[in-house]
């Protein structure tokens, strides 16, 4: 009895347990949604002849291409760093468009969750055009493996060799088919992944330096495991996990360089500009404490984002083109079975790039000093 209480008494048993009801009330709220319990349905249980995908035109999604020159950055080391965010960190196809548009090839790329996703493919070489493509071409059986006949070993809670609902296999494959299984040590740009060790503890970084053997295809499978529902993943004898459990937005490699002059922040997840919501008044509020819990849940992550922000100081700029009430409960995992959003969702990466890469069309002009002489005859 002593140590079932001091189990419930538990810091991160608490704070579980306020997540728990919110994710239980968006889950009601999902449930009375009979249009996403059919999307939720075709997505995981297709029925054959009946639920056939509506195609996607790609070469509609991105608006055709112009020059946008950003002269201030001509020369310059510029990186980029995405936060997690599932199927809504699509929007990276609209950013690398608008990055393609201003000429800028960055000099690293990091990444996490969806963000890594859509990162890798942009490291691969892919034109923003050949990434939306391939994403729009993808059925959700394609990318998403559901173990239904090891269902019940889990529900009875006999869980050994059991790791996760989703095998993630599927889009290993799909993606190591695309780019020929390419090592991410041979990626033109270079790429970094932040992962989660789940034997030792601890967090790491994958990518170009540390483990150039990977491909491409295991770390995009990496990048969606997240524990219970998508199996943990096998690297040089440990099991990994996305790294985007413990810091949503994973800057600490340029943080780590001195050497960028420039750092987009992609925020496809957390309050547009890395600023917490304003609840004061919660304490007194109907329903204020689910607000709060709420709070609660992404304070950890806010806050490391924000002191990398911080540290970062004058060299970021955050790019922020999906609102993350777009992600909250359900819809997070709807926006990745669900393409239909996904078109959207490029371009307001597109849109969001090209507005933030406004202040850089122009090269800043050193100013010419007057000298004595034509100061004299200009008299």
């Known amino acids: 009895m002593a140590l079932d209480l001091d189990a419930r008494l538990d810091l991160y048993e608490i704070k579980r347990s306020f997540e728990r009801v919110n994710e239980l009330l968006d889950l009601a709220t999902a449930t009375a949604d009979a249009r996403f319990l059919r999307r939720a349905r075709r997505a995981l249980l297709p029925l054959p002849l ?3 995908p509506a195609p996607v035109d790609a070469a509609s999604v991105l608006p055709p291409w112009r020059a946008r020159p950003a002269r201030a950055l001509a020369g310059k080391r510029v990186a980029v760093v995405a936060t997690g965010g599932g199927g809504a960190a699509v929007a990276t196809i609209g950013v690398a468009r608008a990055f393609e548009e201003a000429g800028i090839e960055p000099a690293l790329i990091v990444g996490c969750s969806g963000g890594a996703i859509w990162g890798a493919m942009w490291a691969a070489g892919m034109s923003a055009s050949e990434m939306a493509e391939f994403s729009l ?4 059986e394609d990318y998403l493996d559901i173990q239904w006949l090891r269902l019940p070993r889990f529900a009875l809670s006999a869980l050994t060799g059991f790791t996760g609902i989703v095998a993630g296999e599927a889009v290993e494959q799909l993606v190591d088919e695309r780019l020929r299984a390419l090592p991410v040590g041979e990626t033109p740009l270079p790429f970094e992944s932040i992962v989660y060790n789940m034997d030792l503890g601890r967090v ?6 540390l483990t150039p053997d990977v491909t491409i295809g295991h770390l995009v499978r990496i990048a969606i495991a997240l ?3 998508i199996q943990a993943v ?6 990994y996990v996305d790294g985007g459990i ?3 937005w994973p800057a600490e490699p340029v943080l780590e360089n001195d050497g960028f002059d420039r750092v987009f922040g992609l925020n496809f997840m957390l309050p547009a500009g890395f600023e917490p919501q304003d609840i004061t008044g919660w304490g007194t509020s109907r329903m204020g404490i ?4 709420r709070q609660l849940q992404q304070g950890y992550h806010l806050e490391m984002a924000r002191r990398a922000q911080r540290r970062l100081g004058e060299r970021l700029t955050l790019i922020d083109p999906v609102a993350a009430s777009e992600l909250r409960g359900v819809r997070f995992y709807e926006l990745f079975i ?3 959003h996904w078109p959207r969702l490029i371009r307001q990466g597109y849109d969001a790039a090209t507005a933030a890469l406004e202040p850089f069309r122009r090269a800043t002009r050193p100013r010419t000093r007057r000298t004595a002489s034509a100061t004299a005859g200009a008299g």
């Open 338 to 340: 669900d393409r239909s």
């Open 246 to 248: 413990v810091e949503l």
């Open 50 to 52: 009946i639920d056939r």
């Open 137 to 140: 071409s993808w059925r959700p």
């Open 234 to 239: 096998p690297v040089h004898g440990h099991l």
């Open 227 to 229: 524990p219970v529902f």
């Open 290 to 293: 689910l607000q709060a819990s």
């Open 204 to 209: 790491e970084y994958f990518g170009t330096t």
